[in-house]
Protein backbone atom coordinates (compact mmCIF):
# COMPACT_ATOMS: atom_id res chain seq x y z
CA UNK A 1 0.00 0.00 0.00
CA UNK A 2 2.88 2.46 0.50
CA UNK A 3 4.15 2.17 -2.61
CA UNK A 4 0.97 2.79 -4.51
CA UNK A 5 1.10 6.19 -2.04
CA UNK A 6 4.33 6.77 -3.00
CA UNK A 7 3.61 6.97 -6.75
CA UNK A 8 0.57 8.90 -5.99
CA UNK A 9 2.59 11.08 -4.53
CA UNK A 10 5.11 11.49 -7.07
CA UNK A 11 2.39 11.66 -9.87
CA UNK A 12 1.23 14.76 -7.83
CA UNK A 13 4.76 16.37 -7.71
CA UNK A 14 4.58 16.07 -11.46
CA UNK A 15 1.51 17.58 -11.90
CA UNK A 16 1.95 20.65 -9.67
CA UNK A 17 5.11 21.48 -11.70
CA UNK A 18 3.16 20.72 -14.93
CA UNK A 19 0.65 23.14 -13.78
CA UNK A 20 3.07 26.01 -13.14
CA UNK A 21 4.39 25.47 -16.34
CA UNK A 22 1.15 25.67 -18.35
CA UNK A 23 0.38 28.88 -15.82
CA UNK A 24 3.25 30.64 -16.73
CA UNK A 25 3.04 30.03 -20.82
CA UNK A 26 -0.60 30.89 -21.03
CA UNK A 27 -0.26 34.10 -18.69
CA UNK A 28 1.87 34.99 -21.23
CA UNK A 29 -0.26 34.33 -24.09
CA UNK A 30 -3.06 35.55 -22.65
CA UNK A 31 -3.07 39.01 -23.41
CA UNK A 32 -2.67 38.13 -27.00
CA UNK A 33 -5.62 35.92 -27.57
CA UNK A 34 -7.89 38.50 -25.68
CA UNK A 35 -6.77 41.20 -28.00
CA UNK A 36 -6.98 38.79 -31.37
CA UNK A 37 -10.67 37.37 -30.11
CA UNK A 38 -11.56 40.69 -28.57
CA UNK A 39 -11.95 39.26 -24.67
CA UNK A 40 -11.65 40.74 -21.47
CA UNK A 41 -8.84 39.27 -18.92
CA UNK A 42 -11.52 37.58 -17.55
CA UNK A 43 -13.02 35.70 -20.69
CA UNK A 44 -9.20 35.38 -21.81
CA UNK A 45 -8.80 33.77 -18.24
CA UNK A 46 -11.82 31.69 -18.75
CA UNK A 47 -11.03 30.73 -22.51
CA UNK A 48 -7.79 29.51 -21.08
CA UNK A 49 -9.72 27.22 -19.02
CA UNK A 50 -11.86 26.26 -21.63
CA UNK A 51 -9.03 24.88 -23.35
CA UNK A 52 -7.40 23.29 -20.69
CA UNK A 53 -10.35 20.73 -20.07
CA UNK A 54 -9.74 19.41 -23.93
CA UNK A 55 -6.44 18.52 -22.55
CA UNK A 56 -7.42 17.27 -19.13
CA UNK A 57 -10.23 15.13 -20.70
CA UNK A 58 -7.74 13.79 -23.23
CA UNK A 59 -4.93 12.97 -21.32
CA UNK A 60 -7.78 11.33 -18.91
CA UNK A 61 -8.77 9.22 -21.35
CA UNK A 62 -5.23 7.97 -22.90
CA UNK A 63 -4.23 7.20 -18.67
CA UNK A 64 -8.07 4.91 -18.17
CA UNK A 65 -8.41 3.81 -21.89
CA UNK A 66 -11.62 5.78 -22.31
CA UNK A 67 -13.47 4.42 -25.02
CA UNK A 68 -14.31 7.61 -27.37
CA UNK A 69 -17.81 7.84 -26.54
CA UNK A 70 -16.59 8.41 -22.80
CA UNK A 71 -13.61 10.91 -23.66
CA UNK A 72 -16.55 12.81 -25.29
CA UNK A 73 -18.79 12.36 -21.98
CA UNK A 74 -15.95 13.76 -19.96
CA UNK A 75 -14.56 16.60 -21.67
CA UNK A 76 -18.88 17.37 -22.22
CA UNK A 77 -19.36 17.53 -18.64
CA UNK A 78 -15.73 19.71 -17.86
CA UNK A 79 -16.50 22.07 -20.97
CA UNK A 80 -20.12 22.70 -18.95
CA UNK A 81 -18.07 23.74 -15.88
CA UNK A 82 -16.11 26.20 -17.33
CA UNK A 83 -19.06 27.45 -19.74
CA UNK A 84 -21.50 27.63 -17.00
CA UNK A 85 -18.60 29.76 -15.32
CA UNK A 86 -18.54 32.01 -18.77
CA UNK A 87 -22.28 32.60 -18.53
CA UNK A 88 -22.25 33.38 -15.01
CA UNK A 89 -19.64 35.96 -15.86
CA UNK A 90 -21.40 37.64 -18.84
CA UNK A 91 -25.06 37.69 -16.89
CA UNK A 92 -23.99 38.58 -13.96
CA UNK A 93 -25.45 35.45 -11.94
Known sequence: MDLH????????????????VMVEKTTDMRADFADKYDLDDQLGTLAIAQAAVGIAADAASQA???DADEHIKLEDRLHAVVFDA???????D
Open 64 to 66: TGM
Open 86 to 92: MNELLCG
Open 5 to 20: KEKAQKANRAASAISD
